[in-house]
Every structure is written in C-alpha cells, then in structure tokens.
C-alpha cells in the first residue's frame, strides 16, 4: 500500500483542526471548509476528529499516487511558506510560482485554491 501522508503531519495539523487544515490534508476540502468556518463543528467534529485520523490517513494513501513528489513536502510548503508560492516552485510549475510569489499567493485566494485541489495537483504531477 502507498504511504503518501503521514499520521504525525495529520496529528499536527489538527492542533489546528479549529480551522480545519487537517481535513484539507487528507484530502477532504468540503469539510475543511466547513470546520473552518464553524470552529471545528464547534470544536466537537475536532475533538471526534483526533480518533478518524488513522482512518483519514489511510483513505488518502489508498487515493493518491506515490511518485517523484511527496505530498507531506508539498504541504508543508504551502501550509508555511504559500504566500510565496514555494509549494507551485517544488512541483515544478514555476509560472504559477513566480505569480505567487508577486502577489502574495495571488492576494490569498490562489492559497485557498491550494488547500482544495494540492492532493490532486501532486497525484496528476506524479503520475504525468
């Protein structure tokens, strides 16, 4: 089985679960959103969330392709450092990179693009 995502890098993101970073890791964006916008279903969906996590993790390496890419880099990068676009740099697509890196991740909103579509750009990048 692939090992794409990584329980620790979930666990960690769930301290931030309130704003459900967690959830966009695991390649779940609708309900990132949704605990972004309530605080983690009130921090109740949180706290249920911290025994899904082995469940999440491995649904996402069962979902998405292994290859030259890893996910756990790329979302690390764009999770710290995605107002500069080192995330787009990394998986080659420096355009989109340079842009970022001018506008501040395209004044936040190509960001939050990110944090709904990066498990599919890394999966499409390693298996093109």
Do not use: C
């Not at 025994?51 to 690390?76: C, K």
Request: glycine share 14%; no cysteine.
């Amino acid at each position: 089985m692939n090992d794409t995502h990584s329980k620790t890098i979930g666990y960690i993101l769930w301290l931030f679960g309130v704003m459900g970073a967690h959830r966009f890791y695991y390649g779940r964006p609708v309900w990132g959103t949704v605990y972004f916008l309530t605080f983690g279903l009130f921090f109740v969906g949180w706290i249920v969330d911290f025994f899904l996590i082995p469940l999440m993790d491995r649904s996402a390496d069962m979902r998405y392709p292994e290859g030259l890419y890893d996910y756990n880099v790329a979302w690390i990068l764009l999770t710290f450092l995605g107002l500069f676009g080192i995330h787009r740099f990394y998986l080659g697509k420096w355009f989109s990179g340079i842009l970022y890196l001018l506008t501040g991740g395209l004044f936040t909103v190509g960001i939050l693009y990110d944090f709904w579509t990066l498990n599919e750009q890394v999966g499409e990048v390693n298996r093109g």
